[in-house]
Every structure is written in C-alpha cells, then in structure tokens.
T-cell receptor
Framework: ETGVTQSPTHLIKTRGQQVTLRCSSQSGHNTVSWYQQALGQGPQFIFQYYREEENGRGNFPPRFSGLQFPNYSSELNVNALELDDSALYLC???????????FGPGTRLLVL | AQSVTQLDSQVPVFEEAPVELRCNYSSSVSVYLFWYVQYPNQGLQLLLKYLSGSTLVKGINGFEAEFNKSQTSFHLRKPSVHISDTAEYFCAVIPYNTDKLIFGTGTRLQVFP
C-alpha cells in the first residue's frame, strides 16, 4: 500500500510568483487536507477536499486555492507569493472526512 | 472556537527515564484526539488516537495516552525513552462538528544518553 506522496520536496520562489504543490493520496482515501507549518509552529489547516469538492477552509486568503482530481490526488496553488508563505506544506489523506489523517513528507517552500 | 495547548515547548530527559508530554484542549463540542510525531525534516507520523471506548490508548513505539474528559486532557506517556524518540510531538483534535485537525504548538522531546 502506497502512502501519501508530495512533490516537489523543496522549492524556492520569489515574491509575487505563483506556485503549485502536488499530493497523491493513499490508496482508498477520498479526502485530502492541506496544512501550512511555519518554522517552530504546529500545522495550520488550509482546506480540505472531499470527492473533488472543497469541504472546509481555514483562515487563509483566496490566493490559496486547490483542486482535487477524480483519482483523489490534489493540488495546492498559491498566487502572489509573500515572504510569510515560506513554510512546510503538508498534505494528508483519509478514508473519509473526520477519519484519521495520514500525512505525506511535505514540501518545503522558501520565498525570497 | 477550539484550541489545543501543549504546556511544555521542550522536555529534556535521559535515556531509559519515563516521560510525560502534556496536552490540554478547549472545545464546546466533543472531539477526537490524536498524537503525531515529527522527526527532523520529515512529515507527521500518527502515534495514537482516541475516537471512543477505553480512555487509555496504546500507540506505536511504546507510547500510550489517557483521555480525561473532565480535565480536557490527553497526556502522552512512555515508561522508558530511547535516543531515537528525540523528535517533535504534536497533540491535535478534530471537533465533532468540523473536519479539520487543530494542532498544538508542539513539544520537542530531547533524549540524552
């Protein structure tokens, strides 16, 4: 059974650019959640997708957007990058909403 | 609003000593409870969870936690730690009326030889 995978592992961007992060969910999981973990902090919920529809959103601006595909993989898009967007972005999948979430290794984004 | 408080940002301990990492939560609704571990430069790994039933739950790597509803706590314990337990530990909850994990700020467990 393949776990949650994320790509790329590391990324460097400059302010104002756009970035797309990708996540493949664990086999059999139809729910994907995205989290932002700033240095020295706990992860903060960005949003969740269930069967290709957004199913809840945290306190993040609209320039953070996402997609979920029919195979339940997902993308996180961030437009107009700011320095404070530098963080580890974690993707988690679960068999259903409100089920245990299993995390990928994360994508570390540095915005210069 | 819900919140999770991890009272200790760092816990230093010698190898083979017992350890307790404290976690308290605040919520107007019932919650599911979780502990995750994060090794350096890695994602989060599930240690254990409480969904219902017995309030004492056992997880991987010899860890256990006890849910105390009256004190809204979910402390993590291990009777004898190893050097390899050095990591960041996060307590988290999912309130019954949402689908998002709410994390504490983490506790860094440092095990010394």
């Amino acid at each position: 059974e393949t776990g949650v995978t994320q790509s790329p592992t590391h990324l460097i961007k400059t302010r104002g650019q756009q970035v797309t992060l990708r996540c493949s969910s664990q086999s059999g999981h139809n729910t994907v959640s995205w989290y932002q973990q700033a240095l020295g902090q706990g992860p903060q919920f960005i949003f969740q997708y269930y069967r290709e529809e957004e199913n809840g959103r945290g306190n993040f601006p609209p320039r953070f957007s996402g997609l979920q595909f029919p195979n339940y993989s997902s993308e996180l898009n961030v437009n107009a990058l700011e320095l404070d967007d530098s963080a580890l972005y974690l993707c988690a999948s679960s068999p259903r909403t409100q089920e245990t979430q299993y995390f990928g290794p994360g994508t570390r984004l540095l915005v210069l | 609003a819900q919140s999770v408080t991890q009272l200790d940002s760092q816990v230093p301990v010698f190898e083979e000593a017992p350890v307790e990492l404290r976690c308290n939560y605040s919520s107007s609704v019932s919650v599911y409870l979780f502990w995750y571990v994060q090794y350096p430069n890695q994602g989060l790994q599930l240690l254990l969870k409480y969904l219902s039933g017995s309030t004492l739950v056992k997880g991987i790597n010899g860890f256990e936690a006890e849910f105390n509803k009256s004190q809204t706590s979910f402390h993590l314990r291990k009777p004898s730690v190893h050097i390899s337990d050095t990591a960041e530990y996060f307590c988290a909850v999912i309130p019954y009326n949402t689908d998002k994990l709410i994390f504490g700020t983490g506790t860094r467990l440092q095990v010394f030889p």
